[in-house]
């Protein structure tokens, strides 16, 4: 593992607060455990900021597998009109053999005041088209499902980059130190796994913390969430204890941030014990919040989401399914329908919440798959009524966090396979959403190894357009 | 310190012999340029496999590859078609800066004629042209892919100063003395014994063991130890389990295949090759072709199990046969991937559906492989001679066909039942070892995905038959192309190809990794354990020796010990005493500024590198110290998660598709395919099972019970810090231990030995090697 090396926020404004935490001296540990032995989970919030933030947290929502834009945000009438047939601009080689372009069965309505089209799939998420920002233009660059994921996650394929949250937590720390600055939720585990959360060589703390919430009582959704036999006195005491060793040993060992980070991570667990319990117990919502939210893992994914961004998580992921359940090779039609007819009511519910007890307006809720589908018919295995992966052009969306609601940005061609307008490569994106975080993307900076790295390697653009 | 004993005065003999080797001497050192190019032996040089051809494979290949658009005739991976002349231009002219037109595509301002096009979303850096362009100057020198190529064994050249224990040193100190870092210091005696127990066993050393080794006062103290260590048993479990990862190793197979086959059998053969120091050429062999090759005793037919236990995915057969086939080509790829992988170090799977866009595998290598795989079927053997196995197989079909008669009994039907129960009794009671163990073993016998009617599909078995499989184009297996004979991979065969045609042509296949491929397959043997030992191979890409992965931190010294473990006969227990003897395993941990500055990754080994304990090595610590480590060996896989467990991590039992939530907490990998390191984290769950789990508390709870009789709390915490670290606790220590001790009143007095020894268990100290 590496040394210490100094993380480069460029100029930053205010002191920033991990070298804050080392003016205060001892180390980050002794800091943090000042404020766990006295029991406060005081807000260590970041100062670090480059630009006044717009949001706060972050939400994503994760449709892993790739869902067809033009089944739900993108209609393309003209799909109809060349049913069957490849004309040359739908000539484009994706993963796997696919023949002439298929339509979509679903309709479009105008929606809101916005009047943007959405599509019946979605009937609740309708209802707040007014604060989504439509983006119809992103595309990547592979249309495997490992290196689309670790695009969109890390913004490159190489598995020895810091993820996008990793980075968040990073620039931005925590707001709440009883809890992971980063929680990855998925009920199982997306292809890839955990290198789509790593912390690579940024310190380990701002790894996320993954969690598979196929059951939901804390104490299953957490293993050894609670110590059956000793008290949290007993508890408090030994930590204390091991602070004092550790720190010892730490100092004699040049603060390897290795150790450092198991300190804090210590810390980190013991206060998740209590914070936990609370923060992930969906019993405390009423049922009415339970109701609309709806029932199964996705559900729950987004009203824990909500409770945790609520209480100062910086960036939760949930991850629609484990495996790639979006991922439609066969029987893409009715598949959709279901997976929509599962997924609409609680990214529905989960906007309005935020919206109703005012998080929504610093909350940036993103959603989106790792690519799309093709319009055209997938044949590798003979026609079995599947669409292959697209990477050239798909939708995701936005929703508060200073973006402007109730807009779309960026074209796709006629057939929706292509992003022709305003195309959003992910490093735009990834600088978007820093950008709305109040960090830029090319400040953002962690030196290592000689070089400064940033999550935007050497492109990124903010859209300024979708900006509020 | 307990540094009593100095190590030196121990070497003096190993220490003459490059002296008679042909040498040469390195270049001044440089002075602490804080560079990253400093790495460089020589700064001015450009090297082509080092700088050059990353370049072009990152940056060009995409459409100037193996596999680029066909728009462009140029070959960016070829040396002939990089400078053959084209309408009178050359993409290189060696020396020529100014004629050759990658430099001036690459250099133009002219925004639609500047390469990479910006539509492909690369860009060159000012470095990267400033590296083609010397190397253009250069006279454009072209060097094949380094791990393709031939090793010639590098003489060990002759250096100065007495840092240097053996032959590995001299190659390590050759880079650092260049990049002006100096290396760091010997450890003391303490962390060494601490450091190679857990490489070579898995496990912390006793306090008897410290002491003993701190005051041995033999020259060859340190060689004495790493021998006792190399021949216990524990060594066999501690690298047994190494080699399962890349096996992808389970206790359980998927419950379609009826199977009767033991796992852990497999399990147990690899521990105990390992701690036979069985050659590594025949522990390849019998794990791939232990059916097909003479004199194999029965013994060592569990060594099937490397594929024996391979994934299968259900194929559901009323499906289309086109959807089945994917199926089983599917099955057939992740074999070769894992072959591929851990063997040789390459991603060939990446040439399925097209020619490898890096590296020189074509879609024909692919596929001849494939044949291999399809020609051989995962099976189960009853552990007994030929004949007595037919006949044992032969019984267990016909009860499991009783067996699904009586499944479909109702309840009421006694009397059928009856009759039917007696004749699996008969059958059993007539059969002689009926319930001897089975292992998961490979038979030669190809499979043939087929129609059955209009809409379903059957599988066929042709056992003894081999086949050879049609190229499938674009990865389709109903679209096909030419039938491919099975031969072994192009670029590592000089001239044709072998051909893989004796039965499946697994028994060829291994003959070629240690014949045409024998010096790949022994540098990704000898990374694989130099990562082990230093936390970080000299190719960082374990798995990938490919022109994607990572060059060779120290080139020679790679090929130097593969050529020296194929002299000792690939004798591992060889390479493992080499490594942790040397000088560079012997340097401390701790960090200072001129290798922090110049190489922050630590790839020129100026120190050695902290390492977290895997989770094996966590638990087994914790149970070993706190004196309840079962050492029983061997045998069937018990629960993790049960009550009473206290068998080494290693005989716990995995599930393929539900791996152990203790395991997965701490980064153990799926065994869903081949792993080629672990990746560790740290996170707050980790944090949770240490200050929460069962586990724990009843190793803190019971090693307390343990302490009580001792006399004072001086001795009670005296006995933890030789127990857990190997050491005494100093002054700080030993009041913070009073004072936790003493401070518990009331219903605390009787825990609160327990909570110091818990809390002990959770230290960095336990945690991390020094």
């Known amino acids: 593992m590496s040394d210490l090396v100094t993380p480069a926020f460029e100029s930053p404004p205010v002191q920033s607060r991990r070298s804050m935490m080392r003016t205060l001296g001892g180390g980050m540990g002794s800091v943090a455990l000042l404020n766990a032995l006295a029991g406060e989970s005081r807000a260590i919030a970041s100062t670090a900021s480059h630009a006044p933030p717009r949001a706060k947290r972050v939400i994503h929502l994760f449709m892993n597998g790739g869902p067809f834009q033009c089944d739900l945000f993108d209609p393309k009438p003209l799909l109809e009109k060349y049913a069957g047939q490849r004309p040359e601009s739908a000539d484009l080689r994706t993963e796997r053999k696919t023949s002439g372009l298929r339509p979509s069965p679903f309709a479009f309505q105008p929606q809101g005041e916005s009047g943007l089209p959405v599509s019946e799939l979605l009937p609740y998420l309708s209802k707040c088209i007014d604060d989504i920002c439509v983006l119809r233009s992103v595309h990547t660059e592979n249309p495997n499902h490992g290196p689309a994921l670790l695009l969109m996650n890390n913004g490159t394929i190489l598995p020895t980059r810091p993820s996008m949250g990793a980075w968040m937590s990073y620039g931005l720390g925590t707001e709440n130190e009883s809890l992971p600055s980063y929680v990855v939720f998925c009920p199982g585990r997306p292809v890839r796994f955990s290198i789509l959360w790593t912390s690579a060589f940024l310190p380990a703390e701002h790894q996320g913390t993954y969690i598979n919430h196929s059951e939901t009582a804390p104490e299953k959704l957490i293993p050894f969430l609670r110590n059956e036999t000793r008290t949290v006195d007993d508890q408090r005491r030994q930590l204390e204890l091991m602070s004092r060793l550790n720190q010892r040993h730490l100092e004699q060992r040049a603060g390897d941030t290795q150790l450092e980070g198991r300190i804090r991570s210590m810390e980190t667990a013991f206060r998740m014990q209590f914070a936990a319990t609370e923060a992930f117990d969906l019993n405390q919502e009423s049922k009415s919040v339970r109701e609309e939210y709806g029932e199964g893992h996705f559900s729950n994914g987004c009203l824990l989401a909500r409770r945790l961004v609520e209480r100062g998580v910086r960036f939760v992921q949930v991850y629609y399914g484990n495996g790639q359940p979006w991922d439609t090779h066969s029987n893409h039609d009715a598949t959709s329908r279901k997976l929509c007819l599962d997924a609409d009511r609680p990214m529905a519910a989960l906007l309005t919440d935020l919206k109703r007890r005012g998080l929504l307006e610093d909350t940036l809720v993103i959603w989106g798959g790792e690519f799309g589908r093709t319009p055209t018919t997938e044949t590798a295995a003979g026609d079995s009524g599947g669409r292959d992966h697209n990477h050239y052009g798909f939708t995701m969306w936005l929703a508060g966090g200073g973006v402007r609601g109730g807009m779309t940005y960026g074209e796709t061609d006629d057939f929706g396979f292509k992003a022709v307008e305003n195309p959003v490569p992910l490093h735009d994106l990834h600088a978007t959403i820093l950008h709305l975080l109040g960090l830029n993307h090319e400040r953002l900076t962690y030196r290592y190894a000689g070089r400064d790295f940033r999550l935007t390697d050497v492109a990124g653009q903010v859209i300024e357009k979708i900006v509020a | ?729 100093d002054a700080t220590e030993l009041e913070a231990g009073r004072e936790f001790l003493s401070s518990a009143h009331g219903e605390h007095a009787t825990t609160v030995l327990a909570d110091y020894v818990h809390a002990l268990l959770g230290l960095n100290e336990f945690l991390y090697i020094d």
Request: proline residues 6%.
């Open chain 2, 1 to 729: 310190m307990d540094d009593l004993n100095s190590w030196r005065g121990v070497t003096g003999r190993m220490r003459n012999f490059w002296f008679d080797i042909a040498c040469w001497v390195i270049a001044i050192p440089l002075g602490a340029l804080p560079v990253v190019r400093s790495f460089a032996a020589e700064p001015h040089d450009v090297d082509f496999r080092r700088d050059i051809r990353p370049i072009l494979s990152d940056k060009c290949f995409q459409c100037h590859g193996p596999d680029g658009d066909r728009e462009s005739e140029l070959r960016l991976d070829l040396e002939q078609s990089v400078k053959e002349l084209r309408d009178g231009v050359a993409a290189v002219v060696p020396h020529q800066v100014e004629q050759s037109l990658l430099y001036q595509r690459i250099t133009t301002n002219d925004d639609s004629e500047r390469m990479p096009p910006s539509e492909s979303g690369k860009s060159l850096t000012p470095r990267e042209i400033e590296l083609l362009r010397t190397w253009i100057e250069e006279g454009a020198p072209w060097a094949g892919h380094w791990a393709f190529e031939e090793i010639v064994p590098p003489s060990v050249p002759r250096i100065d100063g007495d840092w240097a224990r053996n032959a590995i040193d001299v190659f390590v100190q050759q880079r650092l003395t260049a990049a002006g870092v100096p290396p760091s210091s010997e450890v003391d005696r303490r962390t060494f014994i601490r450091r190679v127990s857990f490489d070579l066993s898995g496990l912390p050393p006793s306090p008897e063991e410290v002491e003993q080794f701190v005051n041995d006062s033999h020259p060859l103290a340190a060689e004495r130890l790493v021998d006792r260590l190399l021949g216990s048993p524990t060594f066999g479990e501690r690298w047994g389990r190494v080699w399962l990862d890349l096996a992808r190793y389970t206790d359980t197979t998927a419950e379609w295949l009826n199977s009767t086959g033991q796992a852990w059998l497999y399990r147990d053969w690899v521990i105990r090759a390992v701690n036979d120091d069985m050659p590594y050429d025949r522990f390849v062999q019998l794990q791939l072709a232990a059916d097909s090759l003479p004199d194999v005793e029965l013994e060592d037919l569990p060594a099937l199990g490397f594929l024996g236990l391979s994934p299968t995915y259900w194929k559901e057969l009323r499906l289309a046969p086109d959807v089945i086939k994917q199926v089983v080509a599917d099955e057939w790829d992740e074999r070769i991937d894992a072959v591929s992988r851990t063997f040789l170090g390459l991603t060939v799977s990446c040439a399925r559906c097209h020619d490898h866009k890096f590296d020189p595998i074509s879609s024909q290598d692919y596929y001849a492989l494939a044949g291999v795989f399809a020609s051989s079927q995962l099976g189960d053997r009853p552990l007994l001679p030929q004949d007595e196995a037919a006949r044992v197989m032969q019984a267990r079909e016909s009860v499991r066909e009783i067996e699904e008669q009586l499944g479909k009994l109702k309840t009421d039907e006694t009397e059928p039942r009856q009759g039917l129960e007696q004749q699996i009794a008969d059958i059993r009671n007539s059969t002689p070892h009926y319930d001897a163990v089975s292992a998961h073993v490979m038979v030669d016998s190809s499979i043939y995905v087929e129609a059955d009617g209009p809409d379903l599909t059957k599988l066929e078995y042709r056992p003894g038959e081999a086949r050879d499989l049609p190229m499938f184009v674009r990865g389709n297996p109903s679209n096909t192309g030419k039938v491919i004979e099975r031969h072994f991979l192009s670029v590592l065969s000089k001239d044709e190809p072998r051909k893989l045609n004796n039965g499946s042509g697994r028994r060829d296949l291994v003959e070629a990794l240690f014949t045409e491929a024998r010096d790949l397959t022994a540098r990704v043997i000898v990374n694989r354990v130099w990562e082990q030992h230093f936390g970080q191979g000299l190719v960082r890409t374990p798995s990938d020796f490919g022109s994607q992965g990572d060059p060779p931190s120290h080139p020679e010294l790679l090929d130097y010990l593969a050529n020296e473990l194929i002299r000792h006969g690939w004798s591992l227990k060889w390479l493992h005493r080499e490594i942790v003897l040397s000088a560079t395993y012997r340097q401390s941990s701790l960090s200072h500024p001129e290798g922090k500055t110049v190489d922050p990754e630590n790839r020129l080994l100026w120190r050695m590198n902290r390492r977290r304990l895997e989770v094996e090595m966590l638990r087994d610590a914790m149970l070993a110290v706190t004196g309840h480590l079962d050492r029983q060996q061997g045998g069937s896989a018990y629960d993790l998660d049960g009550p009473s467990q206290q068998r080494r991590t290693v005989y716990g039992q995995i599930h393929r598709h539900d791996l152990n939530r203790v395991l997965r907490l701490f980064d153990f990998p799926e065994s869903t395919s081949h792993s080629p390191h672990r990746i560790h984290t740290t996170t707050p769950l980790q944090q949770l099972f240490v200050l929460n789990a069962p586990f724990v508390q009843q190793q803190a709870d019971s090693f307390a019970a343990q302490l009580a009789v001792e006399s004072s709390d001086q001795a009670r915490i005296e006995m933890c810090y030789h127990r857990l670290f190997g050491r005494t606790p």
